[in-house]
């Protein structure tokens, strides 16, 4: 079966998510085409977005970081700070001029507040 390109987010525990992904040799070809020139010097990165919404009705998305990841692995850990927001990730190519090739775009996340467990309403 062919691979599909995908990442998954997954939230450990509050203030951590782990993305796992897998890429088909054709996206990333896609990704050194796209970027022609630029591709010498491209480096995977995960752009980690904050979804949540201020009201039901707009989603606004913020990117709050972008995580340099290596080329061989297809999982990662990301730390997220307190409060509980919503989060999705974004893996793809960026050029040492700052240009992104997104590749695959993830679930969106919510973690848990930190000791709302424990807590009585």
Not at 22 to 44: F, M, N, T, Y
Not at 50 to 58: I, K, L, P, Q
Request: with cysteine; aromatic share 10%.
């Amino acid at each position: 079966t062919p691979v599909k390109d995908q990442i998954m987010l997954t939230v450990p525990d509050p203030f951590w998510l782990h993305a796992y992904w897998q890429l088909s040799v054709q996206s990333i070809q896609r990704a050194e085409a796209a970027l022609a020139q630029d591709w010498h010097g491209a480096k995977p990165i995960l752009r980690l977005f904050d979804v949540t919404s201020a009201d039901t009705t707009s989603t606004s998305e913020a990117p709050l970081r972008d995580i340099p990841v290596h080329g061989g692995c297809s999982h990662w850990y990301v730390d997220v700070p307190q409060p509980p927001r919503s989060y999705r990730v974004e893996i793809g190519y960026i050029t040492r001029g700052g240009r992104i090739f997104p590749l695959s775009r993830s679930n969106t996340v919510t973690p848990p507040k930190a000791g709302a467990s424990e807590q009585l309403d």
